[in-house]
Structure formats: C-alpha cells, structure tokens
C-alpha cells in the first residue's frame, strides 16, 4: 500500500531459471523510491541480474551505481532535460550482453549503428547540469512540492489525500486524489496545466492503472487521482497559481 517493492517478496518470487530482475528505481506515478541496494545484494546471492530503470530518478536524486549495487541501469535523456531520442544503458565491468543489433562494432561491439554525436553532447550536458546543483534543486523541489500539497489540502479539506505518503519519494512528484470528481474532467477545466490522470474513465467504468491498483487504491479514489510534477523552472508562484485553478476546477465540478 506504501507504493514500495518489499525486498523479501523479490527473494521469494526468483525461482531457479530466473535470469535477471528487472525494477523501476522511482516510481513514474506516485514518485516512491524503491530499495534496489537491498535487492541488489538479494539478487547477487541468488546469482541474478539487476536491472533498474533510472528514468525517474537521474538528475532529481543521487543516483550511483556502486551504490545501489546494480548490473544494469538504463536512463531517458529527456527526463533530464536532455534531447528526446537519446539514453544511456550502463553495464557493469565485466557483464558480457550478445548485442540485439549487428553488422558493425559501434558501442565496443554491443550496439551497431553510427552515435548521434549531437544527442549525445546534450546529455553529457543535461547530465553535468543536473549534478552541479543536485543537492540545491532537489531541497528546492522537495519544499515546492510540500508547498503544493499544503496549498491544496487547505482549499479542499480532509477529504484529499496523496499517493506514498509514508514512503521515501521523488522531490518534484505528487500524486493527488481528489474526492468526489473524476481526474480527467478536473484537468481538462484547466488547460493552463499539463497533468496526467491515474485513471481513464469510459462509459461509466474506471480503469486503475497498474500502479494505483498495486497499491490497493479502490477505483472510486483512483478515478480523481491527478499526477503533479515540478521542474527545475517552477517557482513558487507557479506553484501557488496552480493549487488555486484545481482547487477553482474542484469546486466547479461539485
């Protein structure tokens, strides 16, 4: 319910043929940072790879990958700014991976094809960027997104709540549940704002997503669920503007 993997559960779902484990480091949804040091060390006794998807988490907290432990980790340069169309597969030294595609010894012989030279210098960028003032940014989010939460929860009352509350989460990620309306039709009265909803709502009948129904969030919550995120650009007053018009679009659909 906390929205985290427990390590334990990991352990007893590798059976003898398991291969490799593959987890998301944060939580695309609901932000919650999962416990891949823990599950590494799981993996390793069992004689298992690890990967996990960094996406979320590169560029928003410290990520290193001697410290969680993994033997792969993969990144989207777009969540940090970078270029779309350009990531990064870290192997671990030593791990040996048969290349998917061939006819050329690009990547040291695991990825033919000529580099995006262009794709790849704004990632190196984007990357130094985001480690030059990590720890500033990530403070910096983390009070902008409490400010969010206080903001809301004092223009709706006790009836709204959050996703992960009591789990270690993204500073720049709030999963929202608003009572009584449906998330789709809050965020469509306020198109000076780009969210995503936790559900989609057709003809009467909710679809949860994966995430919110693996965290036993029922249906009737999950369909006013709303995905708020923060960059590294928003400032206080965006923050402030934006509680106000969901919290105006809340109360217009009562």
């Not at 609901?30 to 040091?37: E, H, L, S, V």
């Not at 599950?39 to 979320?56: F, N, P, S, Y």
């Not at 720890?135 to 809301?152: A, F, G, N, P, T």
Request: glycine share 10%; hydrophobic share 45%.
């Amino acid at each position: 319910a906390r929205g985290v993997v427990a390590a334990v559960q990991v352990e007893q779902l590798i059976r003898p043929e398991t291969k490799l484990v593959s987890l998301i480091h944060a939580n695309n949804e609901i932000g919650t940072i999962q416990p891949i040091a823990e599950i590494a060390e799981i993996c390793r006794a069992r004689g298992v790879l690890l990967h996990t998807d960094a996406a979320q988490s590169v560029g928003k907290i410290a990520t290193r990958v001697d410290e969680l432990g993994v033997d792969l980790l993969t990144i989207a340069g777009h969540k940090l700014y970078a270029p779309k169309g350009v990531g990064v597969l870290y192997i671990r030294s030593g791990l040996e991976l048969e290349p998917f595609m061939h006819g050329a010894s690009h990547e040291l012989g695991r990825r033919a094809g000529t580099e995006n030279v262009p794709y790849l210098v704004g990632l190196g960028q984007a990357a130094k960027l985001a480690t030059n003032d990590l720890v500033e940014v990530q403070s910096r989010l983390e009070k902008l997104r409490d400010l969010l939460w206080e903001q809301l929860a004092t223009g709706i009352g006790s009836g709204l709540t959050f996703n992960g509350a009591d789990a270690p989460r993204l500073p720049n990620t709030l999963s929202v549940n608003f009572p009584d309306v449906i998330g789709s039709e809050l965020l469509a009265r306020v198109p000076q704002l780009c969210a995503s909803t936790g559900a989609a709502c057709h003809s009467g009948e909710t679809t949860v997503s994966s995430t919110l129904a693996a965290i036993g969030l029922p249906a009737e919550i999950a369909r006013g669920t709303v995905r708020l995120s923060l960059g590294r650009t928003t400032s206080e007053q965006d923050v402030k503007q934006a509680a106000q018009l969901l919290i105006a679009a809340w109360q217009e659909l009562r």
